[in-house]
């Protein structure tokens, strides 16, 4: 891979997320204290964090900002988890869950919030919970209530939503990624392109940004071990289980290239945030420094 000069993505900030330290839940005794992760994310070097599943990080603004300043970070995004395709009778369950995360994102003076559509299937016994293919009406319920909560998020928060495509959800692969922002309104919704879950459903990254540019409004950068991903799909295995057996691995093993994937977000010529993610739950706590570290490192030869 070339590498670019230092400056020459510079529009392009780089940060990490609970999700690189095997953080999936706001409270699991496999994961490590929160405490933990801001020291170690900070050792790391990166400046940016996101702040992961609701509750792992302190939820009181004030607490969470101390914790954060003292350590040099800022945050890039809250995160939700959505399930908008089931129609207007989970709007209000939805909306409690989303204006709690968006106050404290808000709160932090971050302006994204990254929206996950729900699971299909358990991401941790992989128990099948509905089918994996909408209805025409499940579509149309989807797209009509992510542009609600996209009008609803920014005309109360003042914040941006960025739909996060997902392995094992109904927003995954190519063509459903292009169904849904085909049928959303660019001015409501915006992308964020995780360029391992994309990978992970057959997607290529680069022609996603070269073909929706003005929609990408966000990045996670992961790659996916393709050996084990080639096991995974012949195997039907879910991803939860899928990823500990190690399918998102550290850069820059495994595809795809994340050096073609910067260069063609410069050229999108706005400023985004690029999130390290390395999916890695349940994992070793003391695993995710030195790997934070080495993609860090790795990260800079790239030029961000």
């Known amino acids: 891979m070339t590498s670019l000069s230092p400056s020459s993505l510079s529009r392009i900030r ?3 997320a609970p999700d690189s330290w095997g953080v999936w839940f706001p409270d699991d005794p496999r994961q490590v204290p929160w405490q933990r992760f801001l020291d170690e994310v900070a050792a790391s070097g990166y400046e940016w964090i996101e702040l992961g599943p609701y509750g ?3 939820t009181d603004p004030a607490v969470l900002a101390g914790e954060t300043a003292r350590r040099g970070l800022k945050v890039s995004a809250g995160t939700v988890f959505t399930g908008l395709h089931r ?6 369950e939805t909306w409690a ?21 729900s699971f299909w299937r358990d991401d941790r016994t992989g128990r099948v919970l509905e089918p994996p293919e909408l209805t025409p009406r499940q579509w149309r319920d989807l797209t009509s209530l992510t542009e609600r909560l996209g009008r609803e998020v920014r005309e109360r928060y003042g914040l941006t939503i960025v739909v996060h495509p997902h392995a094992d959800t109904h927003i995954d692969s190519e063509e459903n990624v292009a169904r849904f922002l085909d049928g959303t309104d660019s001015d409501l919704v915006s992308l964020c392109l995780d360029t391992g879950h994309y990978a992970y459903s057959g997607g290529d990254s680069v022609k996603l940004i070269e073909t929706y540019g003005e929609r990408i409004g966000y990045l996670h950068l992961k790659q996916v071990d393709p050996e084990i991903l080639a096991g995974v799909r012949a195997a039907g295995t879910p991803f939860g289980p899928a990823v500990a057996q190690g399918v998102m691995c550290e850069p820059p093993a495994g595809v795809p290239e994340l050096g073609p994937v910067l260069r063609a977000a410069q050229r999108l010529d706005v400023d985004l945030f690029a999130i390290v993610e390395q999916d890695m739950y349940p994992c070793d706590p003391d695993a995710p420094l030195p790997i934070a570290r080495r993609t860090r490192a790795f990260l800079r030869s790239c030029g961000v």
């Open 87 to 92: 129609g207007a009778a989970v709007w209000d």
């Open 14 to 16: 780089i940060g990490s």
């Open 97 to 117: 869950h989303v204006s709690s995360v968006a106050a404290l994102t808000q709160a932090t003076g971050a302006r994204h919030l990254v929206v996950i559509p």
């Open 56 to 58: 792992y990080l302190p």
